[in-house]
């Protein structure tokens, strides 16, 4: 190399003895990495001043440094929770993160997807339930040629473009908690029609009452849309029943929370007239009076390791990649009690 030339990630690889592909992952923080290789190609880039180019390199690889977050999804919170996980990874690197939101209703949301991918041309991109679960747009991210990851309820997709959490036995867990302190009778209040989680956590609380020898009664199940106010209108519905339940599982925390007002507003104590679970231990949760028991969602480490998923390099035989199975689990606070004889 010339004394007057720039040096390139070429000459950082050949002086440091690895290959470019190494370079480029300490370049962008990759944590799939052992601490001497990213220390020895750290001072080679010391040494020689080495720059990155981001533009050059968005020319080269045909992408820019952006990664997509494309979701329709009626849950502000978690949304907001995704983006802080993604942007924990993408922080100090050359990375940045842009959110497009879709109608999945659309006849055109295909055609929108793809003029998006088309125009910002994405290193990668994060598919947020339910539109993760459409093969359609799965299938077309393949096709244009851009990195994807697929968030779901249960894992449908290869490991490499796939994080999920176990929606399914979590809520059995919660409901089988509710059945141990004594309940018999318990609501239920699902999630939206078209979303994989109100199908996995819909089956949850059916198998929990089966294994207990409790019947599954339609009448105890009542549809929402991770809504607050939604939550709102299933316990006016199951509170009217007679008998009626003495324990709700809501789907979300939101819901929950609906449930908990009309409990307050028609007089009941929570817990000692009614038991309240909810899912996803948002801020909420632990704010409301009684703080909520729910299913804690591990939506924010998720997030993180999609975001490694799409930003590192493929991983070398003797390196182990992101998890694409996420555990849920119960956080037992005061909004459960044995049922009022």
Request: aromatic share 4%; charged share 25%; with cysteine.
């Amino acid at each position: 190399m010339s004394r007057s030339a720039q040096p390139t990630i070429n000459d950082v690889a050949r002086i440091a003895g690895v290959s470019k592909k190494t370079v480029s992952r300490v370049i962008n923080q990759s944590p799939l990495l052992n601490g001497d290789t990213r220390q020895r190609v750290e001072k080679v880039i010391a040494e020689l001043g080495y720059v990155p180019n981001p533009q050059a390199r968005a020319l080269a690889l045909r992408r820019n440094f952006l990664i997509g977050l494309i979701h329709d999804n009626p849950n502000a919170q978690m949304v907001l929770h995704v983006q802080q996980g993604m942007l924990e990874v993408l922080r100090d690197t050359e990375f940045e993160l842009i959110v497009h939101p879709v109608d999945r209703g659309s006849p055109t949301m295909l055609e929108d997807v793809s003029h998006f991918l088309e125009r910002q041309r994405p290193y990668g991109v994060m598919l947020l339930p339910p539109i993760s679960e459409n093969e359609q747009l799965a299938q077309l991210c393949e096709r244009i040629g851009c990195r994807y990851v697929r968030m779901g309820s249960a894992v449908f997709a290869e490991p490499e473009n796939m994080v999920a959490s176990n929606d399914r036995e979590a809520v059995r867990g919660a409901v089988e908690h509710l059945i141990a302190a004594g309940h018999r009778r318990i609501g239920f209040v699902t999630g939206p029609h078209g979303f994989r989680s109100a199908i996995e956590r819909q089956k949850g609380y059916e198998e929990a009452l089966e294994a207990a020898g409790l019947p599954v009664l339609r009448t105890l199940m009542v549809g929402g849309d991770y809504l607050f106010e939604s939550g709102m209108r299933a316990a006016e519905r199951l509170l009217d029943l007679s008998p009626r339940p003495t324990a709700v599982f809501a789907s979300n925390d939101e819901m929950a929370a609906g449930v908990l007002h009309v409990a307050r507003e028609r007089g009941l104590n929570v817990p000692q007239d009614l038991s309240i679970i909810g899912f996803d231990d948002t801020s909420i949760a632990a704010h409301l009076w009684p703080p909520l028991t729910t299913v804690r969602w591990p939506i924010i480490t998720m997030a993180r390791a999609a975001a490694l998923k799409l930003v590192g390099s493929p991983v070398d035989d003797d390196e182990e990649g992101e998890a694409s199975l996420f555990v849920s689990t119960l956080i037992r606070r005061a909004s459960v009690a044995p049922p009022a004889e």
